[in-house]
Each structure stands twice: as structure tokens, then as C-alpha cells.
């Protein structure tokens, strides 16, 4: 009985939303490994070059601006790695069902697959950048439990936007195959709107809200500000819900109107 | 009760052209065609590649598909797959499908083979564990020997397929589809692909092969469809059916 039990949760837990965990897993090592093949280092050699980047930016812009290196070192690194996990996932997920059409075309998926696939791939890279966000956490600045606590949330909140995102992403792009570009472009102007080189509390107070109708504003005010002890706006908190809430409906018409016949524009 | 019935099912494809996929000639058009007072127009058109294909594959069945190139061979194998929906009808199956239409999928060149075999045996639905179980058969049956321990992209072709092959053929589902019978590496190890080929099909509740060999098709076949521009042309005996396809190739051929 009890070894029934087992097997039934199993099997629940790997085809859980139709998808089967184990492959995923499978699949999103492989394609990180094969992204460092041939380096010692790994994805270490990523977050080694990312640190570089990271300290030798804080250098010049603390000078420039006439701060102070630790604060916007702290500030501007974590949030970078942040916006990196929230952006880089969606600005990729344009083509990761085109890159999986092989598999699309020979056996019977859902696309999922590709998304949950994609997302656990970036939270592994997430995970190793981690080292930079705690080495931060221990020099450079003062973080708090309900802070940390907040930021895991956050995080969490940022990864059930994800999914739906990186679908509607990954399948309109299956159609429209120039959207790669068109989204590239558009993250490519969404760094310079979002308070990742720049604090929030700079904007004149009138305008601080409209900052949040960017929702990667928001995750990153309830992620990276939450874990500094910065100040969350419930602005943010609301606006990341919304955009949650909207992207989930956007996945559930999407999955209505295109998922059927999506192999046929593969 | 039938594995796979399909009933009036249908599939068009879009024909895709060079502006076909983009989104921003989408949005000109639309655009463009409300500020002219017309409708915009979308470039795409689409072509049948299935037109009202009915029949059943039952147990015990062992049904080959011929036709020329373009006949819609491929396009209705994926369809009783489940790779793609029809676009009109329907398909409807039962019991567990394996679709050997591409049996090196999903390997990955910087893995090694035993790396290879466990991830695909977790995209077939194992376990770890359950993959560790079966990857020594595996390789005893790839005769990789400590190769296995090596990264894919130091074998030869030999002993790429010879790995693919051994993965692909390790489980014996209810209802087998095949583009073409498989076969890999020399002379010697094809003798045992052969055979291991042949205890897959006849374990199989069903067997559906695609071939342009009518050899294989008249050797595992005891019903044969010839397709023709997207429909059923003939349906019955491989016997008749292969007299019926020579006599289509006769009349293409002038």
C-alpha cells in the first residue's frame, strides 16, 4: 500500500502539469552544460566575469555621481544579477520552442516542456550568481530576516510571472519569427527605464509610482530594494500581482487560440 | 477496439513566404489597410496535406504506408503520433505510442554516452534509478565498451547510431511508429539490429511503417495504404497494394 502510495506521488510529481520533471531537469543541465563546454570553470567563468563587470561599473559611476562605492556597489550588483535572472529569462524565451522543433515535430509535448525547461535553466544560472548577491550580503551591506524572507517571495512571485510570460514569448515568436528582435529592442530600452544603475528615490516623488507600471520594476523593488533594506512600495507589490494575474490570462488564451496547431508553424 | 482511429481527419499547413512570420509585417498590414479603408491582407496561404483520411489500426496490425514523395506519408505519421492535431476530423488512439521517426533526438554531442542514455530514459519517463537499471544493457547492446564514458563527439557515425539505436529500441510500446525500418553500424552488429528490430515489431500491438523500400514494407507488413496527393488511395493486401503503387509510379512516369 505504502509503496503504491509512493509510486503514485512519484509519478504525480514528474508528469505534474503535464510535463515530466525528470526530463526537464535533464534537459536544462544539458543545455547549461553545453553552453560551458569545454571550461573548466564552467558557469563559475560567468559569474568570475560578471563580478569584474560589476565592481569595475561601480567604480566609475560611484566616482561620477560622488557616492559611496560600498552603497552603490551593494545597490547596483544585486540588482543587476535581479534584472539579469527577470529580463535575460523573458528576452530568451522568444526562441525556445523554435529551438526545440525537432522534438516538437517527433514526439507528442506541450510546449511547456521548452518553457519550464528554459526557466529552470536560468534559475540554475540564477543560483550560481547567488555567490555574488552573498558575498554583497556579507561586506557590503546590511541586510535583515524579513528582508531576506520578502526577497524569497519576491522571487517566487517573479518565477509564477515567468512561466506564463516565457509561453506567450516563446509561442507568439513560434509565428512571428522577427519578434526576437523586436523583443531584444524593447529590453534593450526596459534597462535604462528600470531602477537597476538608478535608485527610485531620485525620481521626483510625483512620478515615483509610474515607475512600477514597468513589471520588472516591480519584481525588482520586492527582490533586490526588499533584501537591502530599501523601501517596498505597495505600488510595486500590486503591480507585480497585476502583471501575474494579466500574464497568467494572456498563457490561458494563448494555450486556447495557438497551442493546438503551434507544430504546424514549427 | 481500435488503437488509432482517424476519422475524416484533415491538416493543412501554412505555406510560409518570406514575410509570412513577421510580426511587423502583420502589424503594417493591418494597419496600413484600416488607413486605405481595406482589409489588411495576411501573407499566408495554406495547402491540404491531408484531405478526409478515415480508417483503424487495431491490434495485430501491421500497417505499411507507401506513396511518392509529397504524398502526405510523413505529415500522417506525425498525426497518429500526436505531433500534430488535425485541422479538421479527427484522431483518436489509445495505449502507449513510441514514434521512431528521428531516434537520434535529443542527443547531445558534449555528453558523454552514458550520460546520453540516462537522459534519454528520463525524456522516456524513467527514473534515475530505473535508467541506471537498464543503461549496462544498453551498452552491452551498443558494444560501446568504455567509450561510454566518452563524449559523443569523439565516436564515429558507426557508433553514434549503433548508441541511438540501442536506446530507441530498449522498450517495446503498444502501438510502434517508424519512418523507415532502423538500422545501424557494420554488417555484423546490423544482424543484431535486425533481430532486435524484429522482437520490437512483433512484440508491438501495432506496427505502423512508413517506407520507400517495399521489400520492408511486403517483409513486416500485413496491410499497406498507398497515399496519393494527401488521401487514401488504396487501403487492403500488401500484394495488391504494391501491384497499385507500381502501377502509380508506371503512370508518373509516363
Known sequence: ?266 | MALIQLDKACLDYPVTGQFSHSIRTHVAQVIGGRLLGRKGRWPVSWVRALDEISFEVNAGDRLGIIGHNGAGKTSLLRLMSGAYSPTAGSVASTGNIQALTDFTLGMDANATGLQNIYFRLAFMGLTRKEAESFAPEIVEFSELGDFIHYPLHTYSTGMYLRLAFAISTQFEPDILIMDEVLGAGDARFRVKAEARMNKLISKANALVLSSHAIANIAMYCNRVIVMKSGRVAFDGDPGDATKFYQELVAAASG
Not at chain 1, 27 to 55: D, H, I, K, N, P
Not at chain 1, 98 to 112: C, E, G, H, T, V
Not at chain 1, 177 to 186: A, G
Request: proline fraction near 3%; charged fraction near 10%.
Open chain 1, 1 to 266: 500500500m505504502l509503496a503504491l502510495f509512493h509510486h503514485l506521488t512519484r509519478k504525480g510529481l514528474e508528469q505534474l502539469g503535464g510535463v515530466n520533471w525528470l526530463a526537464v531537469h535533464a534537459y536544462a543541465s544539458q543545455r547549461l552544460r553545453a553552453r560551458y563546454a569545454g571550461s573548466v570553470l564552467g558557469e563559475f567563468w560567468l559569474v568570475a566575469t560578471t563580478a569584474v563587470f560589476l565592481m569595475a561599473v561601480a567604480l566609475v559611476w560611484s566616482m561620477l555621481w560622488r557616492i559611496s562605492l560600498d552603497d552603490y556597489f551593494a545597490y547596483f550588483a544585486t540588482g543587476f544579477i535581479f534584472y539579469t535572472f527577470i529580463a535575460g529569462t523573458m528576452n530568451e524565451a522568444a526562441g525556445t520552442i523554435i529551438a526545440d522543433s525537432r522534438l516538437y515535430l517527433n514526439s507528442k509535448q506541450s510546449p511547456m516542456f521548452s518553457v519550464f525547461a528554459h526557466i529552470y535553466r536560468s534559475m540554475l544560472s540564477f543560483a550560481h550568481q547567488l555567490v555574488i548577491v552573498l558575498f554583497v550580503a556579507l561586506f557590503f551591506a546590511s541586510t535583515s530576516v524579513a528582508g531576506i524572507v520578502t526577497t524569497f517571495f519576491g522571487t517566487l512571485l517573479c518565477i509564477l510571472f515567468l512561466v506564463p510570460s516565457c509561453y506567450f514569448l516563446g509561442m507568439l515568436s513560434v509565428r512571428y519569427r522577427d519578434l526576437l528582435h523586436v523583443i531584444h529592442s524593447i529590453f534593450q530600452i526596459l534597462f535604462l527605464v528600470t531602477p537597476v544603475m538608478w535608485r527610485i528615490d531620485r525620481v521626483p516623488e510625483a512620478y515615483q509610482a509610474w515607475v512600477f507600471i514597468n513589471p520588472v520594476a516591480s519584481f525588482l523593488n520586492i527582490t533586490r530594494d526588499a533584501f537591502l533594506n530599501l523601501p517596498v512600495y505597495p505600488e510595486a507589490v500590486i503591480s507585480a500581482l497585476l502583471w501575474t494575474l494579466f500574464a497568467w490570462l494572456v498563457h490561458w488564451f494563448v494555450a486556447r487560440r495557438l497551442e493546438k496547431h503551434f507544430t504546424l508553424w514549427l
